[in-house]
């Protein structure tokens, strides 16, 4: 199994910037995608950005241009930096991993405990 503990997020002006971290440990090797997602209040969990071991990142609409994901393999880590972010950007942000051959946003699972981010002036 994989553990994943994210770090960071907290409360932000509308335009301004947060990062969050999210650190896997355990069964690593099952590890090829890491990905951040969000659930704002009263809404369906959604994809914000996957970052895979190989490969362009992929990132939602919503959030191109502004987000950016990374990860460094060495420290099991994936980041999130959020700039220029808006009130709609408020929700909580969960961490969640892929193994191998993935497919779909259903394949990602072993979520952390999330962190919120919350945008208002």
């Known amino acids: 199994q994989v553990q994943l503990v994210e770090y960071g997020g907290g409360s932000v002006q509308p335009g301004g910037s947060l990062s969050l971290s999210c650190t896997a440990s355990?069964?690593?090797?099952?590890?090829?995608?890491m990905g951040w997602f969000r659930q704002a209040p009263g809404k369906q969990r959604e994809l914000v950005a996957i970052?895979?071991?190989?490969?362009?990142?992929n990132y939602s609409p919503s959030i191109a241009g502004r987000f950016t994901i990374s990860r460094d393999t060495a420290k099991n880590t994936a980041y999130l930096q959020m700039n220029s972010l808006k009130p709609e950007d408020t929700a909580v942000y969960y961490c969640?991993?892929?193994?191998?051959?993935?497919?779909?946003?259903?394949?990602?699972?072993?979520w952390g405990q999330g962190t919120r981010v919350t945008v208002s002036s």
């Open positions: 969640g991993v892929a193994p191998p051959g993935w497919g779909a946003e259903g394949d990602f699972g072993s």
């Open positions: 355990g069964s690593i090797s099952s590890v090829f995608a």
């Open positions: 970052t895979n071991t190989n490969g362009r990142p």
